[in-house]
């Protein structure tokens, strides 16, 4: 693979059931984040990830949680998905965090929560 | 206030037109500012970076006022290929991490 990859490509999902994004870069960048898009609002960020082993929440984070156990992988968790939830999720990677270098995002999840 | 503005859009262009979006900021603090490119149902890309002394990258001219926390993005000599949405980015570092927040973007559609 080459860049990032995410999983599913789309999903529609009954509520209240949990879900796992999956996320893989092959960049060895050292940050990762989680944006979720919807129209009129943007990308907004849910978690990020300065490197392995530590997570930080971004301005939407309630509803999900992330894990960063290495450098590649940060699936992102619906515990329990609610319609409010649907939207495009976008992984993002860059290479450095304290100097803020490109921002490399994956082609998205689309997700539908009924 | 949202902390960065656009115009939504869209701007219906013909083909060879010059075009130029606007972006605006609310914190003064920011740092860095970045036009990104995302095409209908596909990812964003980075586009440009934005300096203060203004930059270019062909038909592309980006500038930064900070006094005025306004940015812009020039296109000259449009082309169907650049039909997409513009993203006007700024960045901050906040709390260890880079607080990197996006306009909900400018749409444009070149027309033949």
């Known amino acids: 693979i080459a860049g990032i990859t995410q999983a599913p490509t789309s999903q529609i999902l009954a509520a209240g059931r949990r879900m796992t994004l999956r996320c893989t870069q092959d960049?060895?960048?050292?940050?990762m984040y989680w944006y979720r898009q919807d129209l009129g609002l943007g990308l907004r960020l849910i978690h990020y990830?300065?490197?392995?082993?530590?997570?930080g929440k971004g301005e939407v984070p309630d509803g999900y949680s992330v894990s960063r156990a290495n450098t590649d992988d940060f699936p992102l968790t619906l515990a329990s998905a609610v319609p409010s939830q649907t939207s495009v999720y976008f992984c993002?990677?860059?290479?450095?965090?304290?100097?803020?270098?490109?921002?490399?995002f994956g082609p998205g999840t689309r997700l539908t929560v009924l | 206030r949202k902390e960065v503005e656009q115009d939504p859009g869209p701007f219906n262009v013909p083909e060879g037109a010059t075009v130029a979006f606007n972006c605006t900021y609310s914190?003064?603090?920011?740092?860095?500012f970045f036009w990104y490119r995302q095409d209908c149902r596909k990812e964003p890309k980075l586009l440009m970076s934005?300096?203060?002394s203004g930059n270019e990258d062909g038909r592309f001219t980006a500038q930064l006022n900070r006094a005025s926390q306004y940015i812009s993005l020039l296109i000259r000599d449009s082309k169907l290929s650049d039909s997409a949405t513009y993203l006007c980015?700024?960045?901050?570092?906040?709390?260890?991490?880079?607080?990197?927040?996006f306009g909900t973007g400018t749409k444009l559609q070149v027309i033949p």
């Open positions: 934005v300096y203060s």
């Open positions: 993002a990677s860059s290479d450095s965090v304290r100097n803020y270098n490109e921002q490399f």
């Open positions: 960049m060895r960048h050292n940050a």
């Open positions: 990830s300065n490197t392995a082993g530590t997570t």
């Open positions: 980015v700024v960045n901050k570092e906040s709390g260890g991490y880079q607080k990197v927040t």
């Open positions: 914190n003064s603090a920011s740092q860095s």
